[in-house]
């Protein structure tokens, strides 16, 4: 698996220069629930959200040598991340949540575009703009906060970053949250953030 196989790409709010229409804060989830998308190169992307607003990002893709896990916490913008390759094994990194993780709970405040439906549910399609490269993203969020597709600029190409195929809303079993018995943790250091996996080609 390429070192860029893997992150989430950071989604922080902004409104696109000479936008006329006005920003407004985005739907943020109302509910729990588990959703199974689509990613870049046939990846695989399930995620479920549960009690507190924690939330778990699993990340494969066919032919990697390995999977990614994130146990997020979203009130202390923290993450703990499984990553299951070999010689990793009973290991995982408590580091600062990485904006590309917010994709699931983008937050902040956007344009709102056009309506739209993913995997059978309403959405409506917000714009908002990474601000250190200016990158659009047009994110389609249900009306109570669930963000179902990412499409993004990749070298020039609208692409769309994930993208789910089913969705269903309810309680989630807590275990889901918690970091296994056995697994050995390692804070992470602020300069080694740029090693991290990415969902971008």
């Known amino acids: ?11 922080l709010a902004g409104v696109p220069a000479g936008e006329a229409l006005a920003a407004e804060p985005l739907p943020r989830p ?12 046939d990846g695989r992307m399930n995620v479920a959200r549960g009690e507190g607003g924690r939330m778990r ?3 494969s893709r066919p032919g990697s040598f390995g999977s990614v896990t994130g146990l997020i916490d979203m009130p202390r913008n923290r993450m703990l991340m499984i990553v299951e390759f070999p010689g990793m094994e009973g290991r995982a990194i408590d580091m600062e949540l990485p904006g590309d993780f917010s994709m699931v709970d983008i937050g902040g405040e956007g344009v709102r575009m056009v309506s739209d439906s993913v995997a059978g549910e309403a959405c409506d399609v917000w714009r908002t703009q990474e601000r250190r490269t200016g990158t659009l993203i047009d994110s389609c969020i249900t009306a109570d906060g669930i963000t179902l597709r990412a499409v993004a600029d990749v070298n020039g190409t609208r692409t769309v970053v994930f993208e789910a195929l089913e969705l269903t809303r309810g309680a989630q079993d807590p275990a889901l949250f918690q970091l296994p018995g056995g697994v050995k943790v390692t804070r992470l250091p602020s300069m080694m953030k740029g090693l991290l996996p990415s969902l971008l080609p």
């Open 1 to 11: 698996m390429r070192a860029r196989d893997l992150a989430v790409l950071t989604l």
């Open 30 to 41: 109302q509910v729990d629930y588990r959703l199974t998308a689509r990613t870049v190169e």
């Open 57 to 59: 990002v699993e990340l």
